[in-house]
């Protein structure tokens, strides 16, 4: 079952890795545009241009690591690939197969 996960998404784990380490946040949104990012107010947003020309500031998360999430689609959120921040860059990428 976990390989068939894997496989579906395979593309989103994929370009999870290409973030630029030592980018912004526009950079992870850029390279990640079509998918979507994760909002504690508003659920997942679809990028546009207008979300990646004004950045998404990274959440802190329960460890106080400043991250972005993002999703395949809004409907699939159990897979993940998280964009981990040192200061206001990138440091590394990580992902989170269901």
């Known amino acids: 079952m976990w390989a068939e996960q894997f496989s ?3 593309s989103f784990y994929e370009t999870c ?3 630029p380490i030592g980018g912004d946040s526009r950079d992870a949104l850029r390279v990640l545009r079509a998918y979507v990012v994760a909002d504690r107010r508003f659920g997942s947003i679809a990028i ?9 500031p990274p959440g802190v998360d329960a460890r106080g690591e400043a991250t972005l999430l993002f ?12 964009v ?5 860059r990138v440091a590394r990428t990580s992902t989170h197969p269901d």
């Open 8 to 10: 579906r998404h395979r």
């Open 84 to 88: 981990h921040f040192q200061g206001n």
């Open 71 to 82: 999703y395949p689609t809004s409907q699939d959120t159990a897979d993940w690939c998280i």
């Open 17 to 19: 890795r290409t973030v």
């Open 48 to 56: 546009n241009d207008d979300l990646i020309r004004a950045g998404k």
